[in-house]
């Protein structure tokens, strides 16, 4: 049974090493009979959560009106959610982190997400700078219920398109093909 798989890939560098990991997941995905959609949240326009419940009091629906708008009906229908960042000062993307912050809509009208998967690349050779985005990735999706389905991390790469050959894309292919 093929299931609906959303990606959101937050790196600011357009065809860069996180993309190719995202497109390397979605080949496989998609090589399994699974429906994939992709966002590129960093080239999108999507404000901050402004904190105010708007959401909570219109079943789900955010006072704001940008990007995110193009979002939101997918986290409805999607069972599994992909995050694909580079590390950032030990973190996700601020263009991620704001895709996600307003994910709260969803608490007040339950999403059909069930499962979750991080990939992440990084420059530093340090496989430590990954673990406080790990431990983020673990705390937010275990509040939100999903099971991790897994955790694809790459360390030592800063040049634009150094990920080609790696074998994480063949990691990254065969994660998404186990959907």
Sequence with gaps: MSKEILILCGSPRENGNTQLLAD????????????????????????????????????????????????????????????????YYYGMTAQLKLALDRMYATLA????????????VYGDTNTSVVEPLVEQYKAFTGYSG??????????????????????ALNEAEELGRSL
Excluded: R
């Design 24 to 87: 390397a997941f979605k080949k496989g995905a998609e090589a399994a009979g699974n429906v994939v959609n992709v966002f590129d949240v960093a080239q999108m326009n999507i404000a901050a959560c402004k904190g105010c419940d708007y959401c909570t009091l219109h079943q789900g629906e955010c006072i704001q009106k940008d990007d995110m708008q193009k979002i939101m009906p997918y986290l409805y229908t999607a069972n599994t959610i992909v995050f694909s960042t580079p590390v």
């Design 146 to 167: 999903w099971n991790n389905l897994g955790i694809i991390t790459v360390p030592g790469l800063n040049e634009k398109g150094e990920i080609s050959g790696h074998p």
């Design 109 to 120: 009208k339950k999403s059909s997400l069930e499962s979750c998967v991080l990939l992440a």
